[in-house]
T-cell receptor, first 110, second 114 residues
């Protein structure tokens, strides 16, 4: 399975945009890029996913590099509630399994 | 709409005891999954099911059994609990997909084995 690399932690100020990077240099042509987040003492929560084009939803935006070897999750205006561990995960076209890495712990300062 | 519900939320067991964790979903999802999460780590897949009456092994299946007798329920059993199985257990469900279907997670069962 293709792996992802994320920074262990990042800090942001409240009400500022946050760009969470993810490298996936061994991604295959049919792998989807998913992002989940996990708030303290809760189960993971789906954020967004994409294949080749940039994607927007009510929670975030996903920017995918043209060569698909990296992607960036964008939170347009961080709130204290966005403090969580964010996981970037590749899912192969042949199934729907998720393989979680260590993720990025996002801390939001008031 | 409850989504994915896990029962119980907390449990303490003694080594060698058995128990069953229940996961119920009301979204009519075909696929269901059991994960475990150890402190400071990401989730690891234990077993999963792609439909009623079917189950398959994930990354860390040893010491666990599962059953999917009804579409909406997925049971995880520990036959003889060991301290190494102390963890937080998460259940998830999704529609069938080729990598493009989000998984919906429950809030977890915190299991301690003494």
């Amino acid at each position: 399975d293709a792996k992802t690399t994320q920074p262990n932690s990042m800090e942001s100020n409240e009400e500022e945009p946050v760009h969470l990077p993810c490298n996936h240099s061994t991604i295959s042509g049919t792998d989807y890029i998913h992002w989940y987040r996990q708030l303290p003492s809760q189960g993971p929560e789906y954020v967004i996913h994409g294949l080749t084009s940039n994607v927007n939803n009510r929670m975030a935006s996903l920017a995918i590099a043209e060569d698909r070897k990296s992607s960036t999750l964008i939170l347009h205006r961080a709130t204290l509630r966005d403090a969580a561990v964010y996981y970037c995960i590749l899912t192969p076209n042949a199934g729907n399994m998720l393989t979680f890495g260590g993720g990025t712990r996002l801390m939001v300062k008031p | 709409n409850a989504g994915v519900t896990q029962t119980p939320k907390f449990r303490v067991l003694k080594t060698g005891q058995s128990m069953t964790l229940l996961c119920a979903q009301d979204m009519n999802h075909e696929y269901m999954y059991w994960y475990r999460q150890d402190p400071g780590m990401g989730l690891r897949l234990i077993h999963y099911s792609v439909g009623e009456g079917t189950t398959a092994k994930g990354e860390v299946p040893d010491g666990y059994n599962v059953s999917r007798l009804k579409k909406q329920n997925f049971l995880l059993g520990l036959e003889s609990a060991a301290p190494s199985q102390t963890s937080v257990y998460f259940c998830a469900s999704s529609y069938p997909g080729r990598g493009n279907q989000p998984q919906h997670f429950g809030d977890g069962t915190r299991l301690s084995i003494l």
